[in-house]
């Protein structure tokens, strides 16, 4: 239809071309175009004839489809029929044999339940245990069983339950038992590799070097402790370790299985405190070792003057290195004058000494009084910032508060910790001051009694 409605088109746009052309040739053209609109007649109508035929041999394959799935369906209605009804009866034989399972099992069901019980306690026991690091398989075991003891088909058998009883035997005498083993451990770097581990009992579990290892029961790993205790607990796990067999060696253990340990591991060390103190508690050290220093100078600069003032104690000639010689010089170049003038010489000289022998005490004294007022400002600031995290977080968590008064007091503690002992030390330095201070008075007020005595017996003389 299309080719004829192209052809009419074509006919009538060379209508005016055909009108132009001569007599001849416009029939000529005519006919040419009567003869191509024949063609495309025939050629449309052969083509609908092919489409007729295509389409009727369609329709009997699909009729034939529908056939035979209309068969096919009928077919799975009469499977389904038939499974259903297997399905009632099967359903029927299983109620007789659970009755009958009922009636012959009778008590062994509460026995399989206190199983499955007890199954489940022993294996989070197990479970827990550094045994487990020893004895992986019997995990799956107890799995097993607990799975077979709860269900209402099987029972476990009487093998199984012989291996249930082994299995709590073999846990009970580990318990008591030091065993050597090579197991795999997850270092610090989280690496694996395997190692000889030494088990105490269910306690603890040490590597070859007598580091601690802790057992993870979530992932089923021995683990290295990311820091281990002090240096008292680890000297003693590796003599414990290195002890040839027969030999008794003290060791530390946790009967909690590993608990104690980590909770142990979470108190902070001393170096950890000081850091804990901020910019303040530096500053309480620092006039610390400062006080230090200055108490070691002031002793040994004391102690020296000692010596030479007991030396020229002994000697009547002055010597000017040390304050008791000054003194007497002072006496020598006096001793012609009345003796009020010479006891103001000498009161005097003692004057001048005294500074050299009383030096930095005051530095002493000042920073005993302002370490634990630094102490106190730090403890201040952080009940600040403690009150401040309660006020964002609240009270939930009793650990925040616990950790952030404990940070706070930490400066407090090293306040006095400096101050107390930068008192005693204070005292002793000026005991030996005052004592030297004395020693230089007497020496004076002897030497303005003997020179006043030996006046009186010239005078006495001369009578």
Not at 70 to 93: G, I, P, Y
Not at 280 to 304: N, P, W
Request: net charge negative; with cysteine.
């Amino acid at each position: 239809m299309k080719r004829i409605l192209i052809l009419m088109l074509c006919l009538c746009l060379s209508l005016p071309v055909l009108a132009q052309a001569p007599n001849g040739d416009r029939g000529a053209r005519l006919g040419e175009l009567l003869e191509l609109v024949r063609q495309g007649k025939a050629q449309d109508a052969s083509e609908q004839r092919e489409r007729l035929e295509r389409f009727i041999e369609e329709r009997d394959e699909q009729d034939q489809r529908l056939e035979e799935r209309r068969a096919r369906l009928a077919e799975l209605k009469d499977q389904v029929e038939s499974m259903e009804n297997r399905f009632d009866d099967n359903e029927t034989k299983i109620g007789e044999l659970q009755q009958r399972l009922d009636e012959r099992s009778g008590d062994l069901k509460e026995l399989f339940g206190v199983l499955q019980q007890v199954g489940s306690d022993v294996r989070s026991t197990m479970k827990t245990s550094p045994t487990s690091s020893q004895y992986p398989e019997r995990g799956e075991f107890l799995q097993a069983l607990i799975k077979k003891a709860g269900s209402s088909s099987k029972l476990p058998t009487i093998r199984e339950l012989e291996e249930f009883w082994y299995r709590m035997q073999e846990e009970m005498v580990a318990s008591g038992e030091i065993e050597r083993y090579n197991a795999e451990v997850v270092g610090n770097t989280g690496e694996k590799g395997e190692r000889e581990v030494i088990r105490v009992g269910t306690f603890n579990i040490l590597d070859g070097e007598g580091r601690y290892l802790n057992w993870e029961s979530d992932t089923g790993n021995l683990v290295e402790l990311p820091s281990q205790p002090a240096d008292r607990y680890v000297s003693a796990a590796a003599q414990f370790v290195n002890a040839d067999p027969g030999e008794r060696e003290d060791f530390w253990l946790d009967p909690s299985g590993g608990s104690l340990l980590s909770l142990l591991l979470q108190t902070p060390d001393l170096r950890e405190r000081i850091n804990q103190g901020g910019v303040i508690g530096y500053i309480i050290l620092a006039l610390g070792a400062f006080a230090l220093l200055l108490t070691l100078e002031r002793l040994v600069s004391l102690g020296i003057i000692t010596m030479k003032v007991n030396r020229q104690a002994r000697s009547d000639e002055p010597d000017p290195n040390n304050p008791l010689g000054r003194v007497m010089q002072v006496y020598q170049q006096n001793k012609h004058k009345d003796s009020e003038t010479l006891e103001l010489k000498l009161s005097e000289s003692i004057a001048q000494e005294s500074p050299k022998l009383t030096r930095f005490l005051a530095v002493l004294k000042i920073i005993a009084v302002v370490a634990p007022l630094l102490g106190l400002l730090g403890t201040v600031t952080g009940m600040i910032n403690t009150f401040q995290a309660i006020t964002l977080f609240g009270t939930g968590d009793p650990k925040l508060m616990a950790g952030g008064i404990s940070q706070a007091l930490v400066t407090t503690v090293m306040g006095l910790a400096v101050a107390i002992p930068t008192v005693l030390l204070h005292t002793v330095v000026q005991g030996r001051s005052k004592r030297l201070s004395q020693l230089l008075e007497e020496r004076s007020i002897g030497i303005i009694a003997r020179r006043d005595d030996e006046g009186a017996g010239t005078t006495e003389a001369n009578a």
